[in-house]
């Protein structure tokens, strides 16, 4: 067979990955999305959707509330966890939590409360026996923070991120098997369009860190890269391809989502140079 052929052959077996759109519209926004390889999971801010991956409904537990928000979702040995930000009643923050679905039919079965994410539940992550919680951080504030979980929600450690100010804190949060990272996605900051910052998975593990540092000379998790990528309504990877997700607000004001895949692999390189943008 020619070269040609060959090249012919492989083009006609390799499919480029497609956008995923939501069925259906929703209230509010698209906070995040999860994947457990065989479903989307999809947090609009009153609603938790599952479709396939082709974006069809397969379910959806809406919430009868808008005075609080669910936040980027995590799948983990069949359960779909969401953070959940309670807001404030009568002035005062009743503290935040976890909420855990059954993944198959989105039925609501615990709440784990996490008063030490002061600043508010945006997402979570589960790596390597943790659970990571991100949230919001003072405004102009050097660090962001993630809270360390065990597999049953009792509190492990803070850990701060000397990541520098982003628009209230961060957003979403996803381990990237295919380039060997912990993204954190964010609203960016004062000009800058680093949309998401980087931290090795294997840099979580630090010794226990029980309270917010007031020292810049504290601890820290140290950021090895940044991109341009605008990740803040959610990210995640399917079949070893990086899919970013949109918000988009139609007719009649409510809302869907969709993932548009970044191709990450031919679009960046791997090392931490080619992932920071100055």
Known sequence: ???????????????????????????????????????????????????????????????????????????????????????????????????????????????????????????????????????????HHDFNYVWQYSEDFRFERCLPIRSGWTHVGVQTICHLKSIGKVAFGHYGNAGKKDYVFFVRPEDLVLPPVSAIPDSENARTLEITGSADWSVACGMLELDGEIYKAITERKDGGRWTGRLLPLSAKAAIDTNDSALTHK
């Open 1 to 139: 067979m020619g070269a040609a052929a060959v090249v012919c052959a492989f083009s006609t077996a390799w499919a480029a990955p497609k956008e995923i759109v939501c069925a259906g519209d929703y209230p509010m926004h698209l906070q995040g999305v999860a994947t457990d390889g065989t479903s989307v999971f999809w947090t609009f801010t009153t609603a938790l959707v599952k479709t396939d991956l082709d974006g069809r409904l397969l379910a959806k537990a809406e919430r009868a509330t808008e005075t609080a928000h669910l936040g980027d979702p995590c799948c983990h040995g069949g359960k779909v966890y969401v953070g959940v930000n309670n807001g404030e009643t009568g002035g005062a923050r009743p503290g935040d939590e976890v909420w855990v679905y059954d993944a198959r039919t989105l039925a609501l079965e615990r709440r784990h409360p996490t008063p030490q994410t002061i600043f508010c539940n945006n997402g979570l992550e589960w790596y390597g026996g943790h659970f990571y919680v991100v949230g919001s951080a003072p405004h």
